[in-house]
């Protein structure tokens, strides 16, 4: 076996679902842990390319700042990880895969050693007054992002890489 470039059975594959704060902060973890390891490889799923920093919508509403400035692009914040923008469609825990499209004809099985689910949460705004009206109603328009995007909670745990990590996030209700 060639130490430079191992073969693919002897690489260790982590696959992280979802690319909001768990995700990304996770990925970029494990990207700074195995940095110089050649026998890890990790890929980061996400139907987005980029992270919203949510607390700073109020002040892009309030006219402080642009938009641009809430959200920064996830494939240059993490330079090691294979970063893959799709929608996961199934996860098989027997075969240890997980399908993920890019649209009706773009597919893709990857295989994981480890998997790191950050889907994210979904935001309770039935306590916002006006939250439930159509967005052309409001003064101040909530982007429709706001609707999908929201901070995930961090487990705390730390990352151990001989076993499978899984980072859960709340639900609000």
């Not at 993920?100 to 039935?126: I, K, M, P």
Request: proline share 3%.
């Amino acid at each position: 076996m060639n130490a430079e470039k191992p073969n693919l059975q002897s690489v260790t594959q982590i696959v992280v679902l979802g690319g909001g704060f768990a995700g990304v902060y996770a990925a970029r973890r494990m990207e700074k842990l195995f940095a110089r390891r050649d026998d890890v490889q990790i890929f980061l799923v996400s139907r987005d390319n980029f992270l919203l920093m949510t607390p700073l919508l109020f002040e892009v509403c309030s006219g402080k700042l642009e938009m641009s400035a809430c959200s920064i692009s996830i494939r240059e914040f993490l330079r090691r990880v294979e970063f893959i923008e799709a929608s996961v469609e199934a996860i098989d825990l027997d075969r240890r895969t997980v399908l993920v499209s890019s649209g009706a004809t773009n597919e893709r099985e990857l295989r994981y050693d480890h998997l790191v689910f950050a889907l994210g949460s979904l935001t309770n705004t039935s306590r916002i007054d006006g939250s439930s009206l159509p967005s052309r109603s409001r003064r101040w328009p909530m982007p429709s992002c706001c609707a999908t995007m929201s901070s995930n909670e961090w487990s705390g745990r730390r990352l151990n890489p001989t076993r499978t990590v899984a980072v859960a996030s709340l639900r609000s209700s």
